[in-house]
């Protein structure tokens, strides 16, 4: 059974760092690129960034509003992908998910979400 | 890069039926969307992709029959059949968009469905 685990969210000063972890089970992890999204309060989804597989060259994209301040890594050995979220503002309080790329940039799993409250 | 429009709340009666509307921006008729679906405090599930020409390759991991797919022009269309409790859920479309470094995923706003 496939199984995304995200964890690492909590309260958090604007300013501050974090890491989440996205562990999977269930699948060869190195086979898949992995994919970051965010959900606001009362909010649709927004894409944050994704990390390709080593086989794509294991790079990564970002969207705008995070480029420079979040960075995502992978551990193939480990089956976790990382979402390292620096200088936090309060507009990034969101839920953060992660999710595989089944191909052709179909989402076929998710994670249940960790909450990330940036304030003071 | 596209821009997805849902409304952002409907209902339906239990055993009924609904249609949930995915609209795309102008220039972007070709593109097909992925419908997921989103449990209160769960995350979401993918239910399936939609083109012009209906479904694109295969439903999520159970999915039941009741759910259905159309698109036409900018629209895509999600369609639940005698609907049941578990149904709702907040529905969102989305898309990916661009290739290399250009690549984005863009979602529409959800669509709340509230069971009678």
């Known amino acids: 059974e496939v199984q995304l685990v995200e964890s690492g969210g909590g309260l958090v000063k604007p300013g501050r760092s974090l890491r989440l972890s996205c562990t999977a089970s269930g699948f060869t992890f190195g086979d898949y690129a992995m994919i970051w999204f965010r959900q606001a309060p009362g909010k649709g989804l927004e894409w944050v960034g994704f990390?390709?597989?080593?086989?794509?060259?294991?790079?990564?994209e970002y969207a705008a509003s995070v480029k420079g301040r979040f960075t995502i890594s992978r551990d193939d050995s480990k089956s976790i992908a990382y979402l390292q979220l620096n200088s936090l503002k309060t507009e990034d309080t969101a839920v953060y998910y992660c999710?595989?790329?089944?191909?052709?940039?179909?989402?076929?799993?998710w994670g249940q979400g960790t909450l990330v409250t940036v304030s003071s | 890069q596209p821009v997805l429009t849902q409304p952002p709340s409907t209902s339906a009666s239990l055993g009924a039926s609904v249609t949930l509307t995915c609209t795309l921006s102008?220039?972007?008729?070709?593109?097909?969307v992925d419908w997921y679906q989103q449990r209160p405090g769960k995350g979401p599930r993918f239910v399936m992709r939609?083109?012009?020409?209906?479904?694109?390759?295969s439903k999520g991991d159970g999915i039941p029959d009741r759910f259905s797919v159309l698109g036409s022009g900018l629209k895509r269309y999600l369609t639940i059949k005698n609907i049941q409790e578990e149904d709702e859920s907040d529905f969102h479309c989305?898309?990916?968009?661009?290739?290399?470094?250009?690549?984005?995923?863009?979602f529409g706003g959800g669509t709340k469905l509230t069971v009678l």
């Open positions: 999710t595989r790329d089944e191909g052709a940039g179909v989402l076929d799993y």
């Open positions: 990390i390709r597989s080593k086989a794509y060259g294991g790079t990564t």
């Open positions: 102008s220039g972007y008729s070709n593109y097909k």
């Open positions: 939609v083109g012009t020409g209906g479904i694109v390759g």
């Open positions: 989305g898309a990916h968009h661009g290739i290399g470094s250009d690549f984005v995923w863009v």
